[in-house]
């Protein structure tokens, strides 16, 4: 949280970080990979999904990884919630974005997260 402070007390922050990105880049491929055995890339999948990440982050609050667990449950159960009609997807989103509306309505910092920098 403060690389500074860090700096005075002896640990390597450019190992550190590279280290962190290595981590990130490993599990962002393994999860990919796994991903792709279950469902079909394409180039327009990437939207729907980057539009479902972002809701999930910001409904469970930035900076928390139980809030993300919190979110990603209650985008998966509105998204259930949706009819199993061929049109039925584009529903979950726009109930998902809707979600997101209304809760950041009553809620500016998401489910779990915390107002201003701790």
Known sequence: MDREAAQLMGVNVKRIYAITFGLGAAMAGAAGSLFS???PI???TANALL???FVICVLGGLGS???VMVGGLDARASSKATPPCSSG???SVTISFTLLILLLMFRPTGIMGRRGYQ
């Open 51 to 53: 539009g479902k990440a």
């Open 89 to 91: 997807r584009r529903y």
């Open 37 to 39: 055995v279950m469902f």
């Open 42 to 44: 394409s180039p327009e």
């Open 65 to 67: 990884v139980p809030g």
